[in-house]
């Protein structure tokens, strides 16, 4: 199923702990949506020292992004996280 990247999953996602060192992977094979709450919520996670990797990012989250003018902060991958 899809996955929705709203206010909800930010709340969820702050009570996470740190990663580790290193690049950030993003899994985004699933987002379906992504409104202004995920789009802040990938911004503060653009701010590490190093760019986050997005895997498997659909064309729509990918455009939500470049609107924001965010796409740069990112590296991008079309890679499929393994299950």
């Known amino acids: 199923p899809g996955g929705e990247l709203d206010p909800g999953a930010v709340a969820a996602a702050q009570h996470?702990?740190?990663?580790?060192?290193?690049?950030l992977h993003i899994?985004?094979?699933r987002v379906t949506?992504?409104?202004s709450a995920g789009v802040?919520?990938?911004l503060l996670a653009a701010?590490?020292?190093?760019r986050p990797?997005?895997?498997?990012?659909?064309?729509?989250?990918?455009?939500?992004?470049?609107l924001?003018?965010?796409s740069d902060l990112f590296v991008w991958s079309?890679?499929?996280p393994s299950a």
């Open 78 to 80: 079309t890679t499929r």
């Open 40 to 42: 802040s919520l990938l």
């Open 33 to 35: 949506f992504l409104d």
């Open 68 to 70: 924001a003018g965010a």
């Open 53 to 66: 990797i997005i895997l498997g990012c659909s064309d729509y989250a990918r455009d939500v992004l470049e």
């Open 27 to 29: 899994d985004a094979s």
């Open 16 to 23: 996470r702990p740190s990663p580790a060192p290193g690049a």
């Open 47 to 50: 701010s590490a020292p190093l």
